[in-house]
């Protein structure tokens, strides 16, 4: 019987730790409540004086070291009831002074503290109210850019001209406004160019359509074309642009533009370029034949100083073929030719 009622005393004293340490007051804790003489007066260090009051710490901590002196029940894990283990920072502070539970302090919400981030701190100052000008996306800014693929000088066997071909942009990633300019000049003037303004399209990741009108100047009379043609990025990362064009006096016209960028180095990079034009009927004011009327193929070397300013070097072969073989026969000339180029490449 003794050693029953000391394993009752141990057991009550461990529940009654546990409790206050949790936060939570047992009933006959309370000084509101009565309290069980049979259980108040078998837990060793209370005084029944003290029945019906706030339960002293000194006389629970006095209880525990007599708990802990007494033989291990083995039906009892202590691992949680261990005295040794400080309470933790955060239960301490949610307690308040009487033991009875927690504070409304420690309860989350209400103003955030003076030292808390700023939610638009990053915004860059723009907002969901009328502050202008707003950031909009999806597809709602125009840009532009200029774009000088080739501005060089040709050197053939007893002449020296220049070359340029442009390509100008101004719009949004799906419609914009394209410009083309290609054309030479010998002595200052001009023997031959195309100027091209068109309407660009998206119609898939990397290709645009192109609707528009060209117009040839130079030397002979001018001619103006309809156009339309696709540009774009195609498999193995040849950059291709393509046009047919239609003129007046059932005029016709196909123009095959075709690059290739290889990279020796990230700045020294070797380009191979193919352009021909196609004509539907003969032209004789301008010594154009029907078929293949010419055929381009050069190759260039370039260093990229910066993306944007690269200056090259290249070899390119000019040829003529068909009725336009001919015509430039018939002027003195020759149906083909090798030329040594150099230039500049940029775009901003």
Do not use: C
């Not at 539970?101 to 808390?116: E, I, N, V």
């Not at 054309?183 to 399209?201: A, I, M, S, Y």
């Not at 029907?290 to 193929?297: E, N, R, T």
């Amino acid at each position: 019987m003794k050693t029953n009622r000391m394993n009752s005393n141990k057991q009550a004293t461990l529940l009654m730790v546990t409790l206050l340490a949790t936060g939570i007051t047992p009933v006959w804790a309370q000084s509101d409540a009565p309290m069980d003489h049979s259980t108040h007066q078998s837990m060793p260090g209370m005084d029944m004086k003290d029945a019906g009051q706030p339960m002293d710490h000194s006389s629970m901590n006095h209880s525990m070291d007599q708990a802990t002196d007494q033989p291990n029940d083995p039906s009892m894990d202590h691992s949680m009831h261990s005295t040794d283990q400080p309470m933790d920072k955060s239960m301490s502070n949610s307690m308040d002074h009487s033991g009875h539970g927690m504070t409304h302090g420690a309860m989350q919400g209400g103003s955030a503290p003076a030292d808390a981030r700023d939610p638009h701190a990053y915004s860059g100052g723009y907002g969901f109210g009328e502050t202008p000008p707003r950031l909009r996306l999806a597809d709602q800014h125009n840009f532009g850019s200029l774009w000088m693929n080739r501005f060089e000088a040709v050197r053939s066997d007893d002449n020296t001209s220049a070359t340029y071909d442009l390509q100008a942009w101004y719009g949004r990633d799906y419609d914009r406004v394209v410009l083309k300019a290609e054309g030479d000049v010998d002595n200052g003037e001009l023997e031959e160019g195309t100027t091209e303004l068109l309407w660009g399209h998206a119609v898939d990741t990397y290709w645009d359509l192109q609707l528009g009108f060209r117009y040839d100047s130079g030397e002979g009379p001018d001619r103006g074309w309809l156009a339309l043609g696709v540009q774009g990025l195609a498999p193995y990362w040849f950059e291709i642009d393509a046009t047919a064009y239609v003129g007046d006096e059932g005029r016709t016209a196909v123009a095959v533009e075709a690059e290739y960028e290889l990279l020796l180095t990230q700045k020294l990079i070797l380009q191979p370029r193919l352009e021909a034009n196609l004509y539907g009927k003969d032209d004789p004011e301008l010594a154009l034949g029907a078929g293949l009327a010419d055929l381009s193929a050069g190759i260039r070397l370039r260093y990229e100083i910066r993306r944007e300013f690269a200056p090259y070097i290249g070899i390119e072969w000019l040829g003529k073929f068909g009725d336009t073989a001919d015509y430039a026969r018939a002027a003195g000339g020759s149906k083909d030719e090798t030329v040594a180029v150099a230039g500049v490449r940029f775009w901003f």
